[in-house]
Structures are given as C-alpha cells and as structure tokens.
C-alpha cells in the first residue's frame, strides 16, 4: 500500500518560513520524481517544483528563489523548503510521486497540507 504523508503546514506571517515534508511508504522511493503542487481555493492546481531521482530540480516562476525543493533516499523524505512567504503563497500543499516505467506511469498523491500565510 503506497503512501504519501505531508506535513508541515501551518499559518504564518507574511516574509516568514516554513518547511513542508512529505514520507513515502510503500515504493522504491528513490526512483521516483518528486513534486509538491499546491491549490488555492478556486484555482486549479499547479506544479511548484519537481526533484528527479539524479537531484535535478525545478520551480515555478513564482517560487524561484524563494522555495527549494530536496529529498532524502535513506528516510523516503522529500522536502520544500518555502521563505520569504507571501500570502499568495496560501494553498493546500500536496505531494506527489511519479514514475515512468516500460509506457507506464505510476503516479501517488498524498492528501495535502494546509498553508495559510496572513498577518
């Protein structure tokens, strides 16, 4: 049974940190990308960085500078680091795994954590 367990989330102030974690269970973690999306309410969901299983990385405009995206192998962690917050930043945080294997993609959510950034 795969799962992907988010946490992390909270409210804070605006210029504030925060760091979101996300364990996985039930797959050869290191061998899958990994991605943090995020959806505010009414929006639709978006990619906000992406780690592959060689560290590359990738961002959103908006984050780039302001989040880093990274993983551990030895604890199936992977983490997001988010500064300097804003308050467009407010989102449920979701994790996601991915992997493309012989046509096949195997992909896992997890089921969000909530970030608030307001003064």
């Known amino acids: 049974q795969v799962q992907l367990v988010e946490s992390g989330g909270g409210l804070v102030q605006p210029g504030e940190s925060l760091r979101l974690s996300c364990a996985a269970s039930?797959?050869?973690?290191?061998?899958?990308?990994m991605s943090w999306f995020r959806q505010a309410p009414g929006k639709q969901r978006e990619l906000v960085a992406t780690?592959?299983?060689?560290?590359?990385?990738n961002y959103a405009d908006s984050v780039k500078g302001r989040f880093t995206i990274s993983r551990d192998n030895a604890k199936n962690t992977v983490f997001l680091q988010m500064n300097s917050l804003k308050p467009e930043d407010t989102a449920d945080y979701y994790c996601?795994?991915?992997?493309?294997?012989?046509?096949?993609?195997?992909?896992?959510w997890g089921q969000g954590t909530q970030v608030t950034v307001s003064s």
């Open positions: 039930g797959i050869i973690f290191s061998i899958y990308t």
């Open positions: 780690i592959t299983r060689s560290t590359d990385t």
């Open positions: 996601y795994a991915n992997l493309r294997l012989g046509g096949a993609v195997h992909d896992y």
